[in-house]
Structure formats: structure tokens, C-alpha cells
């Protein structure tokens, strides 16, 4: 079993910081990825920003220069820091890893985070 525990939503005012955490516990063998999606509502589930074990980045262009994600390999945890929080932001944040659960297999499995929602008011 894996786990992914979030922390770090709440609601801020435009222009405000919040700072989500996720931290994946269990049969973890080792993190392929870990990343951020948000889903607001009427609207699909979007990738917001993801790292690799590698440290390669990849950001959705809408929070290019205001967010930044980080990875701590020994803790298995991501965060990611948002700044300049803008009303358009407001979503439930999840937090994926795809990983292995075993050395004795290569196939990647994704696991999910309860979700956590951030609310950035106008």
C-alpha cells in the first residue's frame, strides 16, 4: 500500500502565497515523478507542474513564473510553492507520484493524494 498525504490549502486573498506539501509513504521501491494537477469546478483535471527523480520541471503555462516545485527524494515529499495567486488558481490541488512498488517489477503504478483546496478570492 501507498499513501500520498497533502497539506498546505486554505484560502488566501489575490495576490497571496500559500505552500502545499504531499508526502508518499508505503511499499515504495522508488518515485518515477511526482506532480501537482487541480481540477476546478466545470472544469477538467489539468497538470499544474511536475518533477522527475532527475529534477526535470514541467509547468502548465498559466502559473509559469508565479509557482515552483521542489522535491525532496529522501523524504519522498513534494511542495509546491504559489505565489502571486491569482482568483483563476482556485481548484482542488492533488498531488499524483507514478512509482514502483517493487525491484522486481519495472512497471509504473500512479497513486493520488486525497486532495486539497486552495481558494484565492478576488
Known amino acids: 500500500q501507498v499513501q500520498l498525504v497533502e497539506s498546505g490549502g486554505g484560502w488566501v486573498q489575490a495576490g497571496g502565497s500559500l505552500r502545499l506539501s504531499c508526502a508518499a509513504s508505503g511499499s515504495i521501491f522508488s518515485i518515477n515523478a511526482m506532480g501537482w494537477y487541480r481540477q476546478a469546478p466545470g472544469k477538467q483535471r489539468e497538470l499544474v507542474a511536475a518533477?522527475?527523480?532527475?529534477?526535470?520541471?514541467n509547468y502548465v503555462d498559466s502559473v509559469k513564473g508565479r509557482f515552483t516545485i521542489s522535491r525532496d527524494n529522501a523524504k519522498n515529499t513534494v511542495y509546491l510553492q504559489m505565489n502571486s495567486l491569482k482568483p483563476e488558481d482556485t481548484a482542488v490541488y492533488s498531488c499524483?507520484?507514478?512509482?514502483?512498488?517493487?525491484?522486481?517489477?519495472?512497471?509504473?503504478?500512479?497513486?493520488w493524494g486525497q486532495g486539497t483546496q486552495v481558494t484565492v478570492s478576488s
Open positions: 499524483n507520484a507514478r512509482l514502483r512498488t517493487s525491484g522486481w517489477s519495472t512497471r509504473l503504478q500512479d497513486y
Open positions: 518533477i522527475t527523480s532527475g529534477g526535470s520541471i
